[in-house]
């Protein structure tokens, strides 16, 4: 079977399972934490997982909290035969790390947005920054393992 295929298709499965233990798993923890830290910094009140701007709440949601996008930058990275398992923690750790507090200030943005310009703008900030978050990580991730593997072409990463 053509390698692409084989990455494709693991990189769909992995996706998925972590996404639905996304979904199983009870984050109201991180969803708190991050409701809290957002709504200081953004200088809104917060209580519990709701953030109250000037004309509308912000639920800090599961898929609020960083961790698709992380799930997103580990399957890829389980997808590959390359790197060894080492590299791949690494990689997966410090990766995981930077997604998870650049998701915090993008969420602090979301919510100034929110409370400057109304819910309408941070709604449509939101969809663009979760998008344009997604392709950072799948470049971010390109660049970094073709630096810390010495590959210069992807298809010796499958």
């Not at 769909?12 to 979904?23: N, V």
């Not at 997982?49 to 990275?77: E, M, Q």
């Not at 590299?87 to 930077?98: H, Q, R, S, T």
């Not at 200030?105 to 709604?123: D, T, Y």
Request: glycine residues 4%; charged residues 15%; proline residues 1%.
């Amino acid at each position: 079977m053509d390698k692409n295929i084989v990455f494709l298709l693991k990189f769909s499965i992995i996706f998925l399972i972590l996404t639905a233990l996304i979904e199983l798993i009870d984050l109201s923890i991180v969803q708190n934490f991050i409701a809290q830290i957002t709504a200081n910094f953004s200088r809104l009140n917060a209580i519990g997982i709701n953030v109250f701007a000037k004309d509308g709440v912000f639920a800090i949601t599961k898929l609020c909290t960083g961790f698709l996008s992380i799930a997103i930058l580990a399957s890829i990275i389980l997808s590959l035969n390359k790197p060894e398992l080492k590299k791949k923690f690494l990689i997966f750790f410090a990766g995981g790390i930077a997604l998870f507090l650049l998701n915090i200030i993008r969420v602090i943005f979301v919510l100034v947005i929110g409370k400057n310009f109304g819910v309408k703008a941070a709604e449509l900030f939101h969809i663009i920054s979760w998008f344009s978050t997604a392709l950072l990580i799948i470049i971010a991730w390109y660049f970094f393992t073709k630096k810390i593997t010495k590959i210069k072409n992807f298809s010796e990463l499958l």
